[in-house]
């Protein structure tokens, strides 16, 4: 690096760069350090979400005279490839310049060089064998990966009149990490490693969100924990990940999704203990900034294949009675509703648990609705509000 021209730019999770004086180019060695180093823990604010730079990237400067702009993505119906001779940091100016091809999901994920043709149709006659050969082999790679987002901006053609990418970003489908998993990890420096996914631009997981990945980490069971408003007066502890998608929709359905303090769910059959560590952890933010207003508590979850449901709720049970001063400081009143492997059980104890907790709780089996609760839960809500008013 000390004999060769060099770029230096963050290496996180977000766009817009150049615009940011975040990207330095044709520097050498000392003077790329002494540009990372005036930005270092800079804290910037891109596209609303604001964040520390905390790590760049040093690469070798590529002369060039053209910036060309290539992205592939995925969507619910296909997969849209798109490109621009304009790309760049002004490639949001020339938006008016991208061209566009779309593959339906029903056809093979194929793209072959018919359809590449309307994309490099403006392109000299001698540079359109060697983009259309790149940009083929740019899809092969995308859905070998299986990837969901493939962007190059900007790329160009080096001295050989050979494409070279200079600034990519991807991202991976992790539910395809069963089949794709060992090529993610080509390459990475400790024999063994996986490749971690990262959280976005911005987002610094909180002590309670810590907390419950590490107990994940430590679990073959899956224990999920996203604070999404840490004063929000409706919180979640819900089993599955189908079912929380169905409770977090329907809470946002009736018009409260501004109140949902978190998003989560626990399933593949957690312990007592792992269940009370988790539910502590999810009491202890359902019950922080009380304001005197109610609060609602949905555990819920639809029908479990193996999950013991009385051994769950043993562990939240616990987790309950533990925080009962906290849930009446905060006037949380508990909605319960399940079905599963010894479901009676479970909710014998939950409807047992009321009058020891000096909190009202609902409980109600797998003949009653999974949103049934939802809208109880709202109606507490809209009735407390009443009160106060």
Same mark, same amino acid.
């Given at each position: 690096?000390?004999? +060769?021209?060099?770029?230096?730019?963050?290496?996180?999770? &977000?766009?817009?760069?150049? %615009?940011?004086?975040?990207?330095?180019?044709?520097?050498? &060695?000392?003077?790329?350090?002494?540009?990372?180093?005036?930005?270092?823990?800079?804290?910037? +604010?891109?596209?609303?979400?604001?964040?520390?730079?905390?790590?760049? /990237?040093?690469?070798?400067?590529?002369?060039?005279?053209?910036?060309?702009?290539?992205?592939?993505?995925?969507?619910?119906? *296909?997969?849209?490839? @798109?490109?621009?001779?304009?790309?760049?940091?002004?490639?949001?100016?020339?938006?008016?310049?991208?061209?566009?091809?779309?593959?339906?999901?029903?056809?093979?994920?194929?793209?072959?060089?018919?359809?590449?043709?309307?994309?490099?149709?403006?392109?000299?006659?001698?540079?359109?064998?060697?983009?259309?050969?790149?940009?083929?082999?740019?899809?092969?790679?995308?859905?070998?990966?299986?990837?969901?987002?493939?962007?190059?901006?900007?790329?160009?053609?080096?001295? @050989?009149?050979?494409?070279?990418? #200079?600034?990519?970003?991807?991202?991976?489908? $992790?539910?395809? %990490?069963?089949?794709?998993?060992?090529?993610?990890?080509?390459? #990475?420096?400790?024999?063994?490693?996986?490749?971690?996914?990262?959280?976005?631009?911005?987002?610094? /997981?909180?002590?309670?969100?810590?907390?419950?990945?590490?107990?994940?980490?430590?679990?073959?069971?899956?224990? %999920?924990?996203?604070?999404?408003?840490?004063?929000?007066?409706?919180?979640?502890?819900?089993?599955?990940?189908?079912?929380?998608?169905?409770?977090? $929709?329907?809470?946002?359905? /009736?018009?409260?999704?501004?109140?949902?303090?978190?998003?989560?769910?626990?399933?593949? =059959?957690?312990?007592?203990?792992?269940?009370?560590?988790?539910?502590?952890?999810?009491?202890?933010?359902?019950?922080?900034?009380?304001?005197?207003?109610?609060?609602?508590?949905?555990?819920? *979850?639809?029908?479990?294949? &193996? +999950?013991?449901?009385? @051994?769950?709720?043993? *562990?939240?049970?616990?987790?309950?009675?533990?925080?009962?001063?906290?849930?009446?400081?905060?006037?949380?009143?508990?909605?319960?509703?399940?079905?599963?492997?010894?479901?009676?059980?479970?909710?014998?104890?939950?409807?047992?648990?009321?009058?020891?907790?000096?909190?009202?709780?609902?409980?109600? *089996?797998?003949?009653?609705?999974?949103?049934?609760?939802? =809208?109880?839960?709202?109606?507490?809500?809209?009735?407390? $509000?009443?009160?106060?008013?």
């Amino acid at each position: 690096m000390g004999s +060769t021209k060099l770029v230096v730019k963050p290496d996180m999770l &977000f766009g817009q760069r150049g %615009k940011n004086d975040l990207v330095g180019l044709n520097l050498d &060695f000392s003077q790329a350090i002494d540009f990372a180093t005036q930005r270092l823990n800079r804290t910037v +604010t891109v596209n609303g979400c604001t964040g520390p730079i905390t790590t760049f /990237l040093i690469e070798p400067f590529v002369p060039h005279a053209e910036e060309f702009y290539l992205s592939i993505t995925s969507s619910r119906n *296909g997969w849209e490839v @798109a490109f621009s001779e304009a790309g760049g940091i002004h490639i949001e100016e020339n938006w008016d310049k991208l061209r566009t091809v779309t593959l339906d999901t029903l056809d093979a994920p194929c793209l072959d060089a018919g359809r590449v043709a309307p994309l490099i149709a403006g392109l000299p006659l001698e540079q359109r064998p060697a983009l259309e050969r790149f940009i083929l082999a740019a899809f092969s790679v995308f859905h070998d990966l299986d990837c969901t987002l493939l962007e190059m901006n900007p790329w160009t053609l080096d001295a @050989a009149g050979s494409p070279f990418p #200079l600034d990519m970003r991807m991202e991976l489908d $992790d539910t395809a %990490k069963y089949r794709s998993g060992a090529k993610w990890n080509v390459g #990475l420096e400790q024999p063994g490693a996986e490749l971690e996914f990262p959280l976005p631009f911005g987002r610094l /997981l909180s002590p309670a969100e810590s907390a419950i990945s590490a107990l994940d980490e430590a679990t073959g069971a899956s224990l %999920k924990f996203t604070v999404l408003n840490p004063h929000g007066r409706v919180w979640l502890m819900v089993a599955g990940g189908g079912a929380s998608v169905i409770y977090t $929709d329907t809470i946002a359905d /009736l018009g409260y999704a501004a109140e949902l303090g978190n998003y989560g769910e626990y399933s593949g =059959a957690p312990n007592t203990n792992e269940t009370y560590q988790y539910a502590k952890t999810v009491l202890d933010c359902a019950t922080s900034h009380a304001d005197g207003r109610g609060r609602a508590l949905l555990i819920g *979850g639809g029908i479990a294949n &193996f +999950t013991d449901v009385a @051994a769950t709720f043993t *562990g939240i049970i616990a987790a309950l009675k533990e925080k009962a001063a906290a849930l009446q400081a905060a006037k949380v009143r508990i909605f319960v509703r399940r079905g599963g492997p010894n479901y009676q059980k479970g909710l014998e104890l939950m409807r047992a648990l009321g009058s020891q907790l000096g909190v009202p709780v609902s409980v109600y *089996g797998p003949e009653s609705s999974m949103t049934g609760i939802c =809208a109880e839960a709202i109606s507490y809500i809209k009735e407390t $509000d009443a009160m106060a008013a």
